[in-house]
Structure formats: structure tokens, C-alpha cells
């Protein structure tokens, strides 16, 4: 007998071997951003994308993404201690 009710949802990340011989695990779950990180060892890959998705599910996920172009250039700036002037290459000054 077929279930008419909802579908429960499929956990599934992708993994993917990179040009480099290198595992990127790919997460893709709805109402989530996309996630992913790269590996040396698939079992790595594996394990980390099983963590992360348990973690949403929970909803224990932080996303721990690396700053915006523009936050780490605030973030230059700020260390330098004035404002630098950042310039397109080819573009007039």
C-alpha cells in the first residue's frame, strides 16, 4: 500500500573528487544555504556532511562561512589604520 502523506525528506550529500585528487562534500537541503568543503580522504567528506546534516536537522547548524570580499577588506582597512583605496585593474582612477 502506497503512503499518500507527506514524503519524509532524503539526506543526501554530494561528494565530488576534485582535479587535485581532493573530496568535496556538497550539501543541498531545502530552506538551508548550500554548504560544502573540501576533503583530503572521502571517509572525511563523508563524516562531515553526515554531522552538518545532522546538525540542521536538530537545528544546531551555524554556517561557518568565511567573510564577504568586502568584510575583509573592511577588515584590511582597519588593520592598516586608514582608508585604502581599492581599484578594478584597468579601470581610471
Do not use: C
Request: proline letters at 4%.
Amino acid at each position: 500500500m502506497r503512503n499518500h502523506g507527506t514524503v519524509p525528506e532524503v539526506r543526501l550529500a554530494t561528494l565530488v573528487k576534485t582535479d587535485l585528487g581532493k573530496w568535496k562534500a556538497i550539501i543541498r537541503k531545502t530552506g538551508w544555504p548550500t554548504t560544502s568543503k573540501t576533503f583530503r580522504a572521502k571517509r572525511d567528506a563523508e563524516d562531515w556532511a553526515r554531522r552538518m546534516e545532522d546538525d540542521m536537522v536538530r537545528g544546531a547548524y551555524i554556517q561557518r562561512a568565511s567573510a564577504s570580499p568586502s568584510r575583509r577588506r573592511l577588515d584590511f582597512e582597519d588593520r592598516r589604520g586608514d582608508a585604502t583605496t581599492f581599484t578594478r585593474l584597468g579601470s581610471p582612477l
